[in-house]
Structures are given as structure tokens and as C-alpha cells.
């Protein structure tokens, strides 16, 4: 979840955001366009067929330069022309009352780095190629983007039990979310879209997958650092929708009563 990594206070980030110059403008090296270029250009290829409509909607809205990382101002003209979202400029690591403040007040954040050309291909702190890639396109979708105003408000109003609760709905919607379609299985999650291992994954015969259930959800223990061995399927993206408009936090207490399931992976020192 990324209120998680980026708000790990229990230790720092390599990675320093970039400020933006008096006009507002973030400056980047000729490597870090060029990182930008390599990890888009890469999961162009992969997300067409995969991605959901919704997704793949919302990236022609976006527009996305290929030549060079976009400025957050270009982003954000198109999420409020859309939903009334923009992204926010922060660290590499916020606190998780920042990050749920963001979210509630329809604001997503970017830490604005981009991974080292030595983690190409994987980094557990999320960087702008991972928010603005994986996250903004599904920004543009109403019930994508109320549901996700929604998790902010909740979580700024709940306690740290609740709060980690909150974050395997987080985990196995907006990060690793699959969706069932008129075409077949398509993928609306950011950290699967993200991620070329991870979308092509996703949806092979390996991993485990499930009709999408919220108590379910939030019982499903997760790891960072692996593809996943379980995903949640939802038949429409309405659920999401719905799931603004139901107690939510009944649903945890009654996830907390019952427990989390059995992990359906190795312990991090044993894997």
C-alpha cells in the first residue's frame, strides 16, 4: 500500500524528490528522461489486451509524454477536468495522516524521483513512473477516483489496527485490482500495471483468484516485495462505487474480530 512505503518512518528513502524551480517547473537529468522513456515505452507493450478499458481510457486522456517525465501540472489539468483530482508534490516518504489527508481532499501523491537505472526493473518505494503510470489513468474513472477519496477519509478517522485493515482493501483494489469483462479478465490495479512481470502474471494460470468480497479483502494478509499470489476480482467497477456508499468500518471491526487468513506465502525470511 503506498501510505506504507511512503510513510515507513521506521527508515529513510535513498531517493530524494526533486523541487520544482520559481516557475513551478521539476528539472530532470538526460538519465532520468531516459529511464522514463525505457519503463514506459516497455509497458506500452504489455498493457493493451490487459489493461481494462477504463485504464486504457484514461492513458489516452493523459497523454503521457514518452520523450521525457511529465510535469504534474499536465497530469493534474486533465484528472480536474475529469473527476476534480490533481497530484500533489511530496517526498519520497509522507506520514499516513498526510497521505489519507491527500486522498480525502481528492489529491494524490507523487513523490516526484524516478527509480536509478540499478532498479530498472524493481523498486519498493513508489516513484513518479509507478503513481503516474499505474494510478493516474484510473484517476479519471468516477467510481475509481470516489472510492478513493473515500479510503482517505476513512483512514484519516481510523485507528492503526483500522488502519492496517484498510490498507489489504487498499492493497488488493487500487494496487493489485483485477476485473472481469465482456472481453475476459482485464487489470485496473496501478502496482500490477506498473509492473511488466506483474501484468503478465497476473493473469496466468499461476496466482489464485478470487470473486471480489471486502471482509475477504481486508482478512488477506500481502507482501511488498513478491508477485502476488492472490488477487480479488470485481464484475464491475461500480463496486468500487459502492463501496463508498455502505459502513465501511463495520466491516473492518468485523474483519478484526474474525482475524486474518492463513498467508498463502512464505515468511520474508524464509522466501
Request: hydrophobic share 40%.
Amino acid at each position: 500500500m503506498k501510505s506504507e512505503s511512503k510513510s515507513s518512518g521506521k527508515k529513510g528513502s535513498k531517493y530524494t524528490a526533486r523541487e520544482p524551480d520559481a516557475n513551478g517547473i521539476i528539472h530532470y537529468s538526460d538519465v532520468e528522461h531516459d529511464t522514463w522513456k525505457r519503463l514506459i515505452e516497455r509497458q506500452r507493450e504489455v498493457v493493451p489486451g490487459r489493461a481494462c478499458d477504463e485504464y486504457l481510457r484514461g492513458l489516452e486522456l493523459l497523454d503521457l509524454p514518452s520523450e521525457r517525465i511529465p510535469q504534474l501540472h499536465e497530469i493534474s489539468d486533465v484528472l480536474r477536468r475529469e473527476t476534480g483530482w490533481e497530484v500533489a508534490r511530496v517526498p519520497a516518504l509522507i506520514g499516513f495522516e498526510t497521505f489519507f489527508g491527500l486522498l480525502a481532499d481528492r489529491k494524490f501523491p507523487v513523490a516526484t524521483f524516478i527509480r536509478t537505472p540499478e532498479e530498472f526493473d524493481y523498486l519498493q518505494e513508489p516513484d513518479i513512473f509507478h503513481e503516474i503510470f499505474g494510478h493516474c489513468a484510473m484517476l479519471t474513472n468516477p467510481a475509481f477516483a470516489n472510492f478513493t477519496q473515500k479510503y482517505g477519509e476513512l483512514g484519516l478517522a481510523a485507528s492503526p489496527k483500522e488502519r492496517a485493515y484498510l490498507a489489504r482493501l487498499y492493497w488488493f483494489t487500487v494496487e493489485f485490482g483485477l476485473l472481469q469483462t465482456d472481453e475476459g479478465l482485464r487489470i485496473y490495479g496501478g502496482g500490477i500495471l506498473s509492473s511488466p512481470k506483474e501484468t503478465l502474471f497476473a493473469l496466468s494460470n499461476e496466482p489464485e483468484r478470487f470473486e471480489f468480497d471486502a471482509l475477504d479483502a481486508l482478512r488477506t494478509p500481502y507482501r511488498i516485495d513478491i508477485v502476488q499470489p492472490i488477487y480479488y476480482v470485481l464484475n464491475d467497477l461500480q463496486q468500487l462505487q459502492q463501496l463508498t456508499e455502505i459502513d465501511l468500518m463495520a466491516k473492518v471491526r468485523q474483519a478484526i474480530e474474525l482475524g486474518l487468513f492463513e498467508p498463502r506465502f512464505p515468511p520474508k525470511d524464509a522466501a
